[in-house]
C-alpha cells in the first residue's frame, strides 16, 4: 500500500480518527485532543506497525485503547521535559 492511503492527512483516515478521538473523549479521556491522537498515530502506533491498506488502518484506529494512549503521552510528556530547561517552566513554578 502506498503512504497516502493511510497517511494521517488522508481525509478518510481524519475521519476515522475523529470519531475515534469523540469516543475515546466520551468514554474515558475527556480532554484529550486530535493532535495527541495525531502524534500517537504517527509516533507509535504507524510507526511500529504501518497498515499496507485503508482498512488496516481504519482497524488500528478503532483499536486504539485510552490506557496504550496515556501511556504513551506520559512517556512523551517525559522525554519532551527532559530536553527543557528550568527557566522553560518558570511560568509553572512561579519564578
Known amino acids: 500500500m502506498k503512504a497516502e492511503q493511510f497517511d494521517i492527512d488522508n481525509t478518510q483516515v481524519q475521519m476515522i480518527m475523529v470519531i475515534k478521538l469523540q469516543q475515546l473523549k466520551r468514554e474515558y ?3 484529550l485532543t486530535y493532535q495527541s491522537l495525531e502524534t500517537y ?17 481504519a482497524a488500528e484506529i478503532i483499536a486504539v485503547n485510552a ?8 512517556r512523551k510528556a517525559l522525554e ?3 530536553r527543557q530547561s528550568l527557566s522553560d ?3 509553572v513554578i512561579g519564578g
Open 41 to 57: 498515530l504517527a509516533e507509535e502506533l504507524f510507526r511500529k506497525h504501518p497498515p499496507r491498506s485503508l482498512h488496516e488502518a
Open 80 to 82: 519532551d521535559g527532559k
Open 67 to 74: 490506557d496504550d494512549l496515556v501511556k504513551f503521552l506520559a
Open 89 to 91: 517552566f518558570l511560568d
Open 29 to 31: 479521556l475527556n480532554s
